[in-house]
């Protein structure tokens, strides 16, 4: 599995190949293979007979690693330091041998895999844009634990080692190369390996910099008075950030700092007891369960209707030029998926091109993609005012306004132009795709595509099943959602879809809270610390207080004589029928707004909704506005809205921002305790009404003794 | 009980607390040196009279480091009798040296001691030796610790205290401070500071800035935090989820600067001053020290002089003249509509704002500050506050005799 071979000039090649897997691993378990071939090559060293080592591998990938099934099971501290201590010697023994070691990075090297190349001497990649290197753990809540945080440390200093470890970016390598966290890159692999044997011949002896006497930390350690300034504003931001919700971010920060006050063996140490101390960590399971375990469900298609072949759209259509079709544009280009774009007349088409120019000279100004790159991948995007264009797309986006007889009316156009095989979706909020597929002659190959704003950024599609919509077509949708590398809900198409519903849940409670007699700025503080990424109030601005109520309407029409008033419609009809006042985008709502300034609560709020609370339960306010919308985030899996709990999971932190620590709305539960969570329930449901009673659902997983 | 006299209180000028300062020349040492030689010359005992030395000294390292008071007895010739000591608590460091001593004193474990403070900033950085409280991100997040600055603009928006009321605040205070130093309100008190030559460097505070006026100050920007103010601001919301956000309110024209200086205060009891001969000036009549809220440090000088003065058993009327530190503009604001105050009664001679701030000498200065009021506007009762970082706050009352 480790391939070893000399040359005459005393340079030792391995080549790890693992044997039956695809990609190369390196965990607590297989790290012990090394030790037999690091003795030897001290012996060598001994006699005098070796003058460098070059580590690659022969598989598409280099080297990743690390075991989070078995971290996510286990549950004994001493297990979890033992295993660290074991890798992270070794690795101290790959940097000791006293010859040089260089990593030939040939493929990914990411986590674990990119700590071991960490402990090579000098690191050079192949420069291919395919390869990712580079630390993402704290994606799961974690961070490197077996040398990869105090090695950063001593190579690039605090600040970029914090940045690059809380970033979780996986990095390709001509970024990674401006970062620091690699030597060289090389143009092809013959290159690589003749870089690699070049600098190994030109080194005399192997010595990592803490490893030297008088060898510093760049930029000092954290006793240096420069140091302290800027831990003290790291901090601040940390909180900024975080509301010190993420106990791996503190970790991180806690470890370089502490790691930086002692020498490098007893900092590998503080590294191991703070990586021991976020495993065990819930938040910490809740995240490897939901964006490692729910995360890979989705990606392998647990939720892809089985049985259809892969759809692999060359060309998609999209019709309107506003911020959504833009950002449905860019997305696709950015993966080299050919565009037609469409609006009204060409030249409002043509902003949408601009849009995606500029979306993609971001990108190549930080290096995720080359200059060359971002003109080749403008090159796939036409703009049009004509539907004749759209005759060769595999598939057709159709992002107009908001409206159901413009949308229905583009549909038609559509339909007429594409082929039978073609694929046409809505990216619609709110109007049900059933309705809209009336104005459709092939309602099976309709489909709903709710993207979320910004596009660009939010990494959720909820791919919307209409009555007459095809097993087909959803797996199609499926694959072109995968394929812009996004991840697919499919959703019933109810009121709201999936996240409107339950989004709108949090901010009618934090309404109600309003209309209870709580101040505004303490609903707002308190959402932000229970890690919602704004205040109640604030989405509703955003969304418009109009909009919050037609889904609350909606609801009412859904469950008919079933349906309880929520307390906080009165307040959104005194706001905008009273008032006047709609949300953001009228310039006025909960919030005021004066150009180019933060927006600040509306200041004669208290004349209206009087404070008549003296005092409050941070606890259980910020307790009540999670549990609305997990109460019923599990009405929609009971009413198959959604159909996994996967899909809840990501839908709710990737679509409307549940606190991803908690793991999504669903994993709270499991989180919670099922028999609390219910419990609680009832205790708010006397308390505040059946708002909060328990979805029977989960009285019978109670019953049967289940989890989410 | 034993009852407790002072003796003697002696001070250094306030220099400049950087490079600029004209006490950025001496030693820390020299300034307690100067401080010891004054309270021996003027007054009569023998330094083996004396049980002990405690020194109040916030950043006590470098010059200032391996217990500068002993260092200090040695330096200045005391008999090898006399033990030091150094202690810190914060902004209040000074004040409770004296109260540790005057403590000793009425426990009968001694009868004449030396108390006080010193800081020199311009020597000593305090951003050269931080500690867990504000430079371990760990410490910092779990404990909810802020800035001062930034606590003091949450106290102002807590209160409902404006900028221009600060700034107002802060010129009064300039005034007060130079028309005392014309009037030569401290003569008695301050111990110039000469060098090895008798030449003389210092005799008068040097930091006050007589000559700004409201224009000018209403014209400063805002400085707390220059960096991280959101991140802070959201460490001050967990605990205050009521306000929407912290407003800034403090300029370097409405906060005290950093300053040099040492002050000292001898203290027994009446047995052994009358032994020696020694003037009574005034006795303690109560001390009391507290803690709340760290994120709101300067309620500690609210609910210090509150507690002192309850279990004096006295009202506030019965206190004539007051002094407390002006850290930050909104602090004497604050504790100046607490206990509505006329501002002749509060920093009479001027507060921190126009002298500086030494931070470990602090409570021992405003000491001698008070008696010196105290005694030139013949009055009896006078009170000394501190507000001090980590939440605390000190106290004590003193009456003229």
Known sequence: MIKYKKDTDNIVTLTIDMKGRQENVINHNNCDLWRPIIDHLQKEKKKGVLKGIIITSTKKNFLEGGDLEYLYTTKEAEKIYELATKLSQFFRDLEHPGVSVVAAINGNALGLGFEMALACHHRIALDSSDIRLGHPEISFGLMPGSGGVIRLLWLLGLEKAFHILTNGRKYRPREALKVGIIDEVAPTHKDMLEQAKKWLMSQDEAIRPWDKSGGRIPGGTANHPKTIRLIQQLTADLSKNTYNNYPAHQSILDTLVEGSKVDFDTALKVERRQFTQLILHPKTSNMIKTFWYDYNAIKKGINRPKGFGKFRPKEVGVIGAGRMGSGITFCCIKRGIKVVLKDVSKPIAELGKKYTKEQLAVRASNDTITVQEAISLLDNLTTTEKTENFKDCDLVIEAVYENEMIKSKAIKETEKIIDEYALLGTNTISIPITKLAKSSFRPEKYVGLHFFYPVEDVPLVEIVKGKDTSDETIAQAFDFVRAIRKIPIIVKDAWGFYAARVQNTYILEGVTLLQEGYPAALIENLGLQAGMPKGALAFADDMSLKMVLKYEQQAAVHYGSKYVAHPAVATLVTMTEELGRTGRFKGNGFYEYVKNESRMLWSELGEHFMVTKESFDSQEIMERMLFVQVIEAIWCMQEKVVNSAAEANLGSVYGWGFPAFSGGVLQYVNSYGLDAFIKKCSVYKKKYGPRFSAPSLLKKMQKEGKEF | ?401
């Open chain 2, 1 to 401: 009980m034993t009852e407790v006299y002072i003796y003697d209180a002696v001070r250094t000028p306030c220099g400049k607390g950087d490079t600029a300062g004209a006490l950025f020349q001496v030693k820390p040492l020299d300034l307690l040196n100067r401080c010891l030689k004054a309270l021996s010359n003027r007054n009569t005992f023998e330094t083996e009279h004396i049980n002990d030395a405690i020194l109040g000294c916030v950043v006590p390292f470098g010059d200032q480091g391996d217990n500068v008071m002993k260092t200090a007895l040695l330096y200045s010739g005391w008999s090898k009798e006399v033990p030091g000591m150094q202690i810190n608590r914060f902004q209040a460091s000074g004040l409770e040296a004296i109260s540790l001593a005057a403590g000793k004193i009425t426990a009968g474990w001694g009868d004449l001691m030396i108390a006080g403070g010193l800081e020199s900033p311009s020597r000593v950085r305090r951003s050269n030796f931080r500690g867990a409280i504000s430079s371990d991100p760990n410490i910092i997040n779990l404990i909810g610790s802020i800035p001062s600055g930034m606590s003091a603009d949450l106290l102002a928006t807590l209160h409902n205290i404006d900028r221009i009321e600060i700034d107002e605040y802060a010129l009064a205070s300039q005034d007060k401070a130079f028309t005392a130093q014309k009037a030569g309100c401290f003569d008695n008190s301050i111990i110039p500071i000469y060098d090895q030559n008798n030449i003389l460097l210092l005799n008068q505070d040097e930091v006050l800035n007589p000559t700004i006026h409201s224009e000018e100050i209403a014209a400063m920007d805002t400085i707390f935090p220059k960096w991280g103010r959101a991140g802070f601001e959201v460490a001050a919301l967990k605990k205050y989820p009521l306000l929407e956000k912290i407003k800034a309110f403090h300029t370097v024209g409405n906060i005290a600067p950093m300053a040099d200086g040492a002050a000292l205060v001898l203290l027994g009891n009446k047995e052994k001053g009358k032994k020696l001969g020694l003037t009574a000036k005034a006795k303690i009549l109560m001390a009391s020290t507290v803690s709340s809220d760290l994120s709101i440090m300067h309620l500690g000088g609210v609910k210090a002089a509150e507690k002192a003065i309850q279990q004096a058993k006295l009202k506030v009327k019965d206190i004539d003249l007051w002094y407390t530190n002006e850290s930050f503009g909104a602090l004497g604001v604050y504790f100046q509509k607490h206990f509505s105050l006329p501002a002749n009664r509060l920093n009479a001679c001027g507060g921190t704002i126009a002298f500086g701030e030494p931070i470990g000498a602090l409570g021992a200065m405003l000491l001698s500050m008070l008696l010196n009021d105290l005694e030139r506007q013949g009055l009896k009762r006078g009170l000394i506050s501190i507000a001090a970082e980590g939440g605390m706050g000190s106290c004590m009352i003193i009456e003229i005799v």
